[in-house]
């Protein structure tokens, strides 16, 4: 199992950008798939984005606006959040899974490693 760390949360005004970072230990972090999930208040966790080798898959509500990516050699993952909405309001996770031939996870059960959460506010 890997232990995953986000940071880069914090308030932003709409139309503004914030990028989250998250740092895996371990040495096989190139691995995995890696994703980020987002769940807001009263509501359900939601799938965002996920990556795996260089293939990247995007949840509709963020396409064109956020952009997963990684540094292996930094044992990171990003998620760059451009034009950012009051309903991108959430705690924001990252979570590391298998890789699988053929397709880029999408569901929690997909992803056995979860962060703690970082908390992005857009305010409108």
């Known amino acids: 199992q890997v232990q995953l760390v986000e940071s880069g949360g914090g308030l932003v005004q709409a139309g503004g950008s914030l990028r989250l970072s998250c740092e895996a230990s371990?040495?096989?972090?190139?691995?995995?798939?890696m994703g980020w999930f987002r769940q807001a208040p009263g509501k359900e966790r939601d799938f965002v984005a996920s990556i795996s080798w260089s293939r990247t898959y995007y949840a509709d509500s963020v396409k064109g606006r956020f952009t997963i990516s990684r540094d292996n050699a930094k044992n990171t993952v990003y998620l760059q959040m451009n034009s950012l909405k009051p309903e991108d309001t959430a705690v924001y996770y990252c979570a590391a899974g298998l890789t699988v031939t053929g397709r880029v996870p999408r569901e929690d059960f997909e992803f056995g490693s979860w962060g703690q959460g970082t908390q992005v506010t857009v305010s409108s």
């Open positions: 371990g040495r096989t972090f190139s691995s995995y798939a």
